[in-house]
């Protein structure tokens, strides 16, 4: 905490064991530093983030999503630059192949996934031309991934992404392979 103001944060859900879970969540608090030696440096600058997210089952298939929202109090000279409201959202697609049968991890399951993605860092417009900001990418995620147990996993991906910067340039293609080890100890 580098303003000696805490945040605040929460989340309710509603979870019915045969389809699913829907949630609420926030988080709040000024984020920056407006005190220094007691001397008053800035205006106090406040972040909030709302989001609602969502998981169940269809089929053999785990399905999960979210969208978030944020508002940042930015000084007004730097709105343009900066954004004052964000805004992201995915869903993500799991479903097992196959579940082999290794001496001490009965758990074991291959998995493929698909996850679409989409952020906006900048949601606004210009106030001399009154075009949107932009700067937003979008991304569309395909991979592979094995659990020997409920705590580990590896993860092979395929990224197809395109970016657009803050001026609505023709959009940024790239591609790649991300792998990725995780575990719980």
């Known amino acids: 905490d580098n303003n000696g103001s805490p945040s605040i944060s929460g989340r309710v859900a509603l979870r019915a064991p045969a389809r699913g879970e829907v949630g609420l969540s926030y988080y709040g608090g000024y984020y920056n530093t407006f005190e220094l030696e007691g001397a008053t440096v800035d205006d106090r600058r406040w972040l909030g983030i709302a989001a609602m997210d969502a998981g169940g089952t269809i089929g053999p298939a785990e399905v999960r999503a979210e969208v978030a929202y944020a508002t940042i109090d930015v000084p007004a000279g730097l709105v ?14 799991v479903t097992p192949l196959w579940r082999p049968r290794l001496t001490g991890y009965e758990q074991a399951v291959l998995s493929a996934g698909l996850r679409f993605e989409r952020v906006d860092y900048n949601r606004g417009t210009f106030s001399s031309t009154g075009l949107p900001i932009r700067d937003d990418v979008t991304a569309v995620v395909g991979g592979l991934s094995f659990r020997p147990s409920g705590g580990t996993v590896l993860r092979a ?29």
């Open 80 to 93: 343009e630059l900066f954004g004052d409201a964000q805004w992201g959202a995915y869903l993500d697609i």
């Open 157 to 185: 991906n395929y990224r197809l992404q395109s970016a657009r910067d803050f001026l609505g340039n023709p959009a940024s293609r790239s591609a790649g392979f991300q792998i990725g080890f995780a575990t719980y100890f």
